[in-house]
């Protein structure tokens, strides 16, 4: 009998690592309460990323763009903002810094053969809003669409989509 509860407490244990690594889903129960998490989040981004920039060296940020330890912050409060919403944190920081980091990262590297002329005609406010795009492009197409669901208001099932009523596709 003991070892059946260690191996149901083991299998538990590892059921919930698994699902937190493969990441969660978020049932909202209107469009209007989807909209408001996102819109949070983004505007959060938003100002970790323009902060972060704002505070990268002006020598560094003129020739190799964001430095490291910045870019490390802005995926710590990324990672913060997700953990707020989903309450997994192994989920998170995966997202946070080897999504977010890596995108971020492989932005400026790509760009290094040029980036001291896209420096030169910009702003620490256009290298945010370039960043800050890249970000927004990634959560909206990557994540968000995954992690979020619907419940529908009639049926009560959850579904991928719900119409401006908060219903489903078969009870609209």
């Not at 710590?76 to 192994?90: E, Q, S, V």
């Amino acid at each position: 009998m003991c070892s059946k509860i260690l191996i149901d407490n083991e299998y538990l244990q590892l059921k919930k690592e698994v699902r937190e690594l493969m990441g969660t889903v978020i049932i909202s129960k209107s469009l209007s309460e989807y909209d408001f998490t996102k819109n949070s989040f983004y505007d959060s981004v938003k100002k970790v990323i323009y902060t972060g920039v704002g505070s990268t060296d002006e020598y560094y940020l003129r020739y190799w763009g964001i430095t490291n330890n910045n870019l490390y912050e802005i995926c710590k409060r990324i990672n913060d903002l997700l953990f707020g919403i989903t309450k997994f944190r192994k989920w998170s920081e995966n997202i946070a810094f080897e999504s977010v980091y890596v995108l971020i990262q492989g932005l400026f590297h790509s760009l290094i053969d040029v980036w001291e002329i896209i420096y030169e005609f910009s702003s620490r406010d256009g290298i945010s809003k370039m960043i800050y795009q890249h970000v927004y492009w990634y959560f909206e197409n990557s994540i968000f669409s995954k992690i979020f669901q619907f419940e529908c208001s009639r049926c009560k099932k959850t579904v991928d989509f719900i119409d401006g009523s908060n219903m489903c596709y078969e009870c609209s």
